[in-house]
């Protein structure tokens, strides 16, 4: 899968880096050829990525960020825009999930997910729109979750929080396409990473995905091309199915 003349060449900034999902997804569009910003809190998980996407002959630059914190996502675009000017693709992976009912949610709780899964996306996004509008092929690729689209006892923010990326997506994908730019929301169910662990520890993570899997579909989405929106499929429809 994936379109590796696509890929190759672009420069891509990958929230959440350090482990799980997004470390699978920088290793792999690394492989692919693309030049990574490595995003995350932990320096020293991050560094270890980069060595790891060098050691292949790949190329990887690290900025440590808390993501919960709107001044820190401000000046992550700063430092982006100062040092590198250009952006093709942004992959806004970072995430928590704290398992709790609602009744037991705190507000520090509520926001904390909301400013994670739901803020530091939109900020990102709405942010680097120019340099993404400026790149031949510029993509947006947010990580929903199954819980984007259901609610499951015990994940109220987190579920709350994923619904409101799945909005900002859809929004986001009508009002960049005049621009150029293409935005996916791509929903996995359960990923053997250290989240699921922690939300639900009665799963036996080998029953659930490889993180590998949602790296290979991301650099699918990333590599594809002429697509058309949901307007233009929607205007074919009605002009096959004139009696719909
Ligand atoms: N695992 C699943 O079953 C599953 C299913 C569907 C969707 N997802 C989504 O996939 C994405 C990745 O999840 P995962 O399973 O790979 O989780 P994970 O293993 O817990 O990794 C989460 C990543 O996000 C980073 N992160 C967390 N809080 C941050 C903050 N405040 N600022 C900057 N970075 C932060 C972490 O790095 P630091 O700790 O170093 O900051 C880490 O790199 C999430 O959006 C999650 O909701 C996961």
Redesign the pocket.
């Given at each position: 899968m994936g379109d590796a003349q696509g890929v190759a060449g672009k420069l891509a900034l990958v929230?959440?880096?350090?482990?799980?999902?997004?470390a699978a997804i920088a290793r792999r569009l690394a492989s692919a050829g693309c030049e990574l910003l490595l995003?995350?809190?932990?320096e020293n998980?991050l560094a270890a990525v980069a060595r790891e996407i060098g050691k292949s002959g790949g190329s990887a630059g690290c900025i440590s960020?808390?993501?919960?914190d709107a001044e820190q996502t401000a000046e992550l675009v700063q430092a982006v825009r100062e040092k590198y000017g250009r952006l093709d693709v942004l992959v806004n992976?970072?995430?928590?999930?704290e398992p709790a009912s609602l009744s037991e949610t705190s507000v520090e709780m509520w926001d904390r997910h909301m400013a994670?899964?739901a803020r530091a996306p939109f900020v990102l996004s709405s942010r680097f729109t120019d340099l993404l509008a400026r790149s031949a092929d510029g993509v947006i690729v947010n990580?929903g979750?199954?819980v984007s689209h259901k609610g499951y006892v015990n994940q109220g923010a987190y579920a709350a929080s994923?619904h409101a990326m799945l909005g900002l997506t859809k929004v986001l994908a009508r009002e960049l396409h005049p621009r150029g730019v293409r935005v996916h929301l791509v929903s996995?169910?359960?990923?053997a990473?250290?989240?699921?662990s922690g939300v639900r520890p009665d799963i036996d993570l080998s029953e659930l995905m490889d993180?590998e899997e949602v790296a290979k579909v991301v650099e699918f989405l990333i590599g594809m091309d002429g697509v058309a929106t949901v307007d233009e499929i929607a205007v074919r429809r009605r002009q096959s199915e004139p009696w719909k």
């Open positions: 929230t959440g880096a350090s482990r799980g999902i997004g995003v995350g809190r932990s998980a960020v808390d993501l919960g992976n970072a995430g928590i999930a994670v899964n990580i979750s199954v994923k996995p169910g359960g990923v990473t250290d989240m699921i993180p």
